[in-house]
């Protein structure tokens, strides 16, 4: 079992920064590949950046890409997401994922593939 605890959510205005983090801890949570989701009120939950087990493969929905950047911290039990240039349409709860893939090299859009899953954070953008 691997367990998620995501922080570094809050209120920040348009063009400004955050950066969320990914705590994991259990069994060998750095051989996981991991993930972030958010799901905006009213909307479906989407996928937003993942990260291989290596660091080497990244991920991102296109809304994100050149703003957001995700990294494993140097313990890679942790991982982070850099959040830059935020629009209000970014507010939203994001979610953490891990699944333990077949190859450190692997990294996946997919929902459905990720079995662990944290709380979640917030993040608001105001205009």
């Known amino acids: 079992q691997v367990q998620l605890v995501e922080s570094g959510g809050g209120l920040v205005q348009a063009g400004g920064s955050l950066r969320l983090s990914c705590a994991a801890s259990?069994?060998?949570?750095?051989?996981?590949?991991m993930g972030w989701f958010r799901q905006a009120p009213g909307k479906e939950r989407e996928f937003v950046a993942t990260i291989s087990a290596s660091g080497r493969t990244t991920y991102y929905a296109d809304s994100v890409k050149g703003r957001f950047t995700m990294s494993r911290g140097n313990a890679k039990n942790t991982v982070y997401l850099q959040m830059n240039s935020l629009k209000p349409e970014d507010t939203a709860d994001y979610y953490c994922t891990g699944l333990r893939a077949y190859s450190r090299e692997y990294a996946t859009k997919s929902s459905n593939e990720y079995p662990y899953w944290g709380q979640g954070t917030h993040v608001t953008v105001s205009s």
């Open positions: 259990g069994r060998t949570s750095s051989d996981y590949a």
